[in-house]
């Protein structure tokens, strides 16, 4: 595939219908605060779209007009794509791995929780850079989380992300990880030696009715077997709005050069 310019882009809007929860947030996200990046099979009318931001992947169009070798810049990312793609994908990776994923939306307010004497949830600003930084380098499991806004410093300027403070170092962070027009999906995080005190919760709670402060309505997504994800957002007041597979790729198939086409 042939990744585009941004002068490209305006165009490519209706591969991807605005107002979706969950992943479909991602091309409007992509599109509105320049994170992502794009592909095609051509540049002009294109017969098959993509769209990247933050290790997800978004994929449209006719299979057939893609060969295997041009899928290899999905490499190690979630691909979320109509089952007609799954031939194409296993002919470009070692490995194409499916995931069951859920979609809830936001439905119940619920009360923010009591913390510990303490400690503060707020929004982040820009000087929050720095605590966030550090944050997110405590541990690897917590860095994906500013990835979607490019880095610590664009979530901190983003104006969308909430966390839990103590003594001026972060805790837990709740962030509108992809932005859309309707919904916002989101995601948290906690600091591994503070779960379970209801951190992730406090910042989930607030970030929910900033959002509903701004006219949208909050979406979370997560894997059908990832059971704490899944028990926090019921807690918090989302509730199932639909299932999905998306594929986790492995490394391109040592077969899969650009002009390969796809097997019969």
């Not at 979706?20 to 605060?33: D, I, R, S, V, W």
């Not at 403070?165 to 600091?191: K, N, R």
């Not at 918090?236 to 796809?262: C, K, M, N, Q, W």
Request: proline share 8%.
């Amino acid at each position: 595939m042939i990744e585009l310019s941004t002068r490209q882009l305006p165009a490519l809007a209706r591969w991807f219908p605005a107002g979706a929860p969950g992943p479909g947030a991602l091309a409007e996200h992509a599109l509105t605060t320049g994170t992502g990046r794009w592909w095609a099979d051509r540049p002009v009318q294109p017969r098959a779209v993509a769209v990247a931001c933050a290790d997800h992947v978004l994929l449209r169009g006719d299979p057939s007009a893609l060969t295997p070798g041009g899928l290899a810049p999905f490499a190690g990312g979630y691909v979320e794509a109509p089952a007609r793609f799954v031939p194409v994908l296993g002919a470009a990776f070692d490995r194409v791995m499916p995931w069951e994923r859920m979609v809830y939306v936001h439905r119940v307010p619920v009360a923010a929780p009591r913390l510990q004497r303490g400690v503060t949830v707020r929004r982040l600003q820009p000087g929050d850079t720095p605590a966030l930084t550090a944050f997110t380098g405590l541990d690897t499991h917590t860095a994906w989380i500013h990835r979607s806004w490019g880095g610590p410093a664009g979530l901190a300027a983003s104006g969308l992300g909430w966390a839990a403070f103590h003594q001026g170092s972060v805790l837990a962070v709740a962030c509108t990880y992809f932005l859309g027009s309707t919904y916002e999906d989101i995601a948290c995080v906690t600091v591994p030696d503070r779960r379970r005190q209801h951190l992730a919760l406090a910042c989930v709670t607030a970030l929910c009715a900033d959002i509903a402060a701004r006219g949208r309505t909050a979406s979370w997504s997560c894997s059908r077997d990832n059971r704490p994800s899944r028990l926090l957002a019921w807690t918090a007041g989302f509730r199932l709005e639909r299932e999905y597979v998306h594929h986790l790729t492995g490394s391109p198939a040592a077969r899969s050069l650009p002009g390969d086409r796809i097997p019969a």
